[in-house]
């Protein structure tokens, strides 16, 4: 079993930053990918980022060259450095995790960002 932690949400303006962390902790050991969903307020969860064991990366098209996935193996920590924000990035930022064909969830951490 994987936990998941998410934090670094918060309020920012249109043009800002920021980092989201998710930490990892229980078995996690065999994890081969984590990813970052979003959820806008009355939509369904989108994949944002991925990032594998290996360390290659990919983006939803709406994200490139804003946000930027990155994993710190020894603290078992993904990060999603998000710049540049917009108002439809506002919502809950979900961290996943892959190990063994199962995919654990992290409870989320709400970004809302003005105009």
């Known amino acids: 079993q994987v936990q998941l932690v998410e934090s670094g949400g918060g309020l920012v303006q249109a043009g800002g930053s920021l980092r989201l962390s998710c930490a990892a902790s229980?078995?996690?050991?065999?994890?081969?990918?984590m990813q970052w969903f979003h959820q806008a307020p009355g939509k369904q969860r989108d994949l944002v980022a991925s990032?594998?064991?290996?360390?290659?990366?990919d983006y939803a098209d709406s994200v490139k060259g804003r946000f930027t996935i990155s994993i710190e193996n020894t603290k078992n920590t993904v990060y999603l450095q998000m710049n540049s924000l917009k108002p439809e990035d506002t919502g809950v930022y979900y961290c996943?995790?892959?190990?063994?064909?199962?995919?654990?969830w992290g409870q989320g951490t709400q970004v809302t960002v003005s105009s």
């Open positions: 990032i594998s064991n290996s360390g290659s990366t």
């Open positions: 229980g078995s996690t050991d065999s994890i081969i990918r």
């Open positions: 996943t995790a892959l190990r063994y064909g199962l995919w654990s």
